[in-house]
C-alpha cells in the first residue's frame, strides 16, 4: 500500500447521489428565475459547498438567493434520497476491502455532515464511516477547490498531505487535492476524463481502485 491514508470524496464517489441533487438544484434555480438546465449544474457546481451556488449566482445576476434557499433545496434533496439513492457501484465493496486489510479511510465533502450522514445512513454505508471518519466543508472557512478540508481531514486522521490519495470525480475536488499536496485519482463514471486531467490515475470502476492503490 502506497499511501497511509485514502480520503474519499462522497457525493459521485460513495453515493450515487450527483444526478438526483443536480437536477433538483438547477430545478430550485429555474424556480427562482436563474434558468439552469441539469447539465449546466453539473458543470457549475458538482463538488462545490453551497456557497458556491449562492457567489455564482449573485456574481453572474447581482442578486441574491433567498434566505432559506439552502432549506428548501436540502429538505427537497434528503426526501428524493430516502426514495432513491443508492451506492455507487462497488463502494460497499472497497470500502469493506479497505477495512478488512487495515487501511485507514475516511470521507471529505463538500456537502453538510447531515447530507453525508441522510445519504450513508440511506444506502447502509453508515456501517463503514462512524464519526471519526467524517468530514465535511462545515468544518473548514472554506470548500474546494481550497485545499482546506482534505488538510483538515488528513491533520484529523494523523497522516501528512503526502502521504495521502484522494478519490475525487470533480474538477474542484482535484484541484483541492492538488493544492492540498496530494495524489488524486480521478474518477470518471460521471465525469469526462479531460475535465479531471490534474489527477495522477484515472478509473472509470470503483471496483478498480484496491488494486491502483498498491
Same mark, same amino acid.
Not at 436563474?34 to 447539465?39: K, R, V
Given at each position: 500500500? #502506497?499511501?497511509? &491514508?485514502?480520503?474519499?470524496?462522497?457525493?459521485?464517489?460513495?453515493?450515487?447521489?450527483?444526478?438526483?441533487?443536480?437536477?433538483? /438544484?438547477? +430545478?430550485?434555480?429555474?424556480?427562482?428565475?436563474?434558468?439552469?438546465?441539469?447539465?449546466?449544474? &453539473?458543470?457549475?457546481?458538482? %463538488?462545490?459547498?453551497?456557497?458556491?451556488?449562492?457567489?455564482?449566482?449573485?456574481?453572474?445576476? +447581482?442578486?441574491? /438567493?433567498?434566505?432559506?434557499?439552502?432549506?428548501?433545496?436540502? !429538505?427537497?434533496?434528503? !426526501? @428524493?434520497?430516502?426514495?432513491?439513492?443508492?451506492?455507487?457501484?462497488?463502494?460497499?465493496?472497497?470500502?469493506? #476491502? /479497505?477495512?478488512?486489510?487495515?487501511?485507514?479511510?475516511?470521507? @471529505?465533502?463538500? %456537502?453538510?455532515?447531515?447530507?453525508?450522514?441522510? +445519504?450513508?445512513?440511506?444506502?447502509? $454505508?453508515?456501517?463503514?464511516?462512524?464519526?471519526?471518519?467524517?468530514?465535511?466543508?462545515?468544518?473548514? %472557512? #472554506?470548500?474546494?477547490?481550497?485545499?482546506? $478540508?482534505?488538510?483538515?481531514?488528513?491533520?484529523?486522521?494523523?497522516? =501528512?498531505?503526502?502521504?495521502? =490519495?484522494?478519490?475525487?470525480?470533480?474538477? /474542484? *475536488?482535484?484541484? !483541492? !487535492?492538488? @493544492?492540498? *499536496?496530494?495524489?488524486?485519482?480521478?474518477?470518471? @463514471?460521471?465525469?469526462?476524463?479531460?475535465? &479531471?486531467?490534474?489527477?495522477?490515475?484515472?478509473?472509470?470502476?470503483?471496483?478498480?481502485?484496491?488494486? $491502483? &492503490?498498491?
Amino acid at each position: 500500500m #502506497r499511501y497511509d &491514508l485514502v480520503i474519499f470524496d462522497n457525493d459521485g464517489v460513495l453515493v450515487d447521489s450527483e444526478p438526483i441533487s443536480n437536477k433538483l /438544484l438547477a +430545478g430550485c434555480l429555474t424556480e427562482l428565475g436563474y434558468p439552469t438546465s441539469y447539465e449546466e449544474s &453539473l458543470r457549475d457546481y458538482m %463538488g462545490a459547498a453551497m456557497h458556491r451556488v449562492h457567489d455564482l449566482v449573485e456574481e453572474r445576476t +447581482g442578486q441574491r /438567493l433567498p434566505d432559506d434557499f439552502d432549506d428548501v433545496f436540502h !429538505a427537497r434533496v434528503f !426526501a @428524493a434520497f430516502e426514495r432513491e439513492l443508492k451506492p455507487v457501484a462497488g463502494a460497499v465493496d472497497v470500502v469493506e #476491502r /479497505l477495512a478488512a486489510d487495515g487501511v485507514p479511510y475516511c470521507v @471529505a465533502s463538500s %456537502g453538510s455532515h447531515e447530507r453525508i450522514r441522510v +445519504g450513508h445512513r440511506t444506502t447502509g $454505508l453508515d456501517r463503514w464511516f462512524d464519526e471519526g471518519r467524517v468530514f465535511s466543508s462545515q468544518d473548514v %472557512g #472554506r470548500g474546494k477547490p481550497a485545499p482546506d $478540508l482534505f488538510l483538515y481531514a488528513a491533520e484529523r486522521m494523523g497522516v =501528512v498531505p503526502e502521504r495521502c =490519495v484522494v478519490v475525487e470525480d470533480s474538477p /474542484l *475536488g482535484v484541484q !483541492a !487535492a492538488v @493544492a492540498a *499536496g496530494m495524489d488524486v485519482y480521478g474518477f470518471t @463514471a460521471m465525469t469526462p476524463a479531460e475535465r &479531471l486531467s490534474g489527477a495522477n490515475q484515472l478509473f472509470g470502476d470503483l471496483r478498480e481502485l484496491p488494486d $491502483l &492503490l498498491v
